[in-house]
């Protein structure tokens, strides 16, 4: 699996915000268990849509609205008990009983207004999160079908040769073609069925030309779609072979893979 692409395709988010379908869940675990990049990769979403949402929406501290109502009502006590001088010292003893409700209760609520704000705030914070991942998984799909009308002009081109490159004694159900275009030496590559490598190892594509292997880059198994190579002119055959992680100079030959003539 190429490790890039699978992060570029943004099921890591999807999965991370919790839109993903079981099976497509359940191939996720899998693939972060054998994959250590794509757990990074996960972690640092997770902190990342954290951090957004601690700063956007900061939740208040339960122990605010008690500390308030306490001291509001410690405030009220106080008032209704202190003596006041004179003959209207009950009519005062009222008054002030009175003031004191009506600022707890209108402390009351602005506590009630400010929380409902706030989760309002947070509720905006959450809308603007998901406008952006629709945003941001729009951009993907855009990208997909610019990939995919790309490749459709090359398949349609009669500029471009198509080389089947079909298995050989080591590998007899693989399969894999190259569009070649001799009028400007572009070679594009498609995989019909190459078999899963482990990280350590890489497939490496050849052009032979006037009998000798010439490197045309390296490509990972589980690409899709059509992938530019290295051009190459005077081109009698294409190869492929596995070999160590990054190519070598030249092919291990009792590793080919496929191999077509044009």
């Known amino acids: 699996m190429n490790v890039r692409d ?3 395709s943004g099921i890591l988010e999807e999965y991370a915000l919790g839109n993903l379908a079981e099976r497509e869940r359940l191939e996720v675990e899998s693939n972060l268990a054998k994959y250590p990049e794509l757990r990074n990769e996960l972690d640092a979403i997770e902190e990342a849509v954290e951090r957004l949402l601690e700063r956007a929406a900061k939740t208040p501290r339960p122990e ?6 306490s001291s509001l009502a410690a405030r009220s006590k106080e008032a209704i008990v202190i003596p006041l001088p004179g003959s209207g010292v009950t009519i005062w003893k009222y008054a002030t009983a009175a003031s004191v ?13 400010w929380n409902n704000w706030k989760k309002a705030e947070t509720n905006l914070t959450e809308l ?34 198509k080389v089947v490159m079909k298995g050989t004694k080591a590998a007899p159900d693989a399969m ?3 569009y070649w275009n001799e009028s400007n ?5 498609s995989i ?8 350590e190892k890489q497939y490496q594509l050849w ?6 292997p010439h490197d045309m880059g390296v490509f990972d198994g589980d690409m899709k779609g059509l992938v530019k190579m290295k051009p190459g002119a005077g081109i009698a055959a294409f190869a492929v072979t596995i070999e160590p992680k990054g190519g070598k100079e030249s092919p291990t030959m009792e590793t080919m893979q496929v191999l077509g003539n044009t």
Do not use: C, H
Not at 143 to 148: A, G, M, N, T, V
């Open 64 to 69: 605010l609205k008690t500390k308030i109502m």
């Open 207 to 212: 052009a032979i030309v006037d009998g000798q």
């Open 101 to 113: 409700a009506l600022a707890i209760t209108s402390a009351a609520l602005a506590y009630m207004f």
């Open 6 to 8: 699978y992060i570029s």
């Open 128 to 161: 603007i999160a998901q406008n952006q991942q629709i945003a941001q998984d729009y951009n993907v799909v855009n990208q997909r079908l610019d990939k995919i009308e790309g490749d459709l002009g090359i398949y349609d081109n009669p500029s471009f040769r």
């Open 185 to 189: 030496n572009e070679v594009y590559l």
């Open 176 to 178: 894999a073609s190259v």
């Open 192 to 199: 019909q069925n190459l078999k899963q490598l482990s990280q």
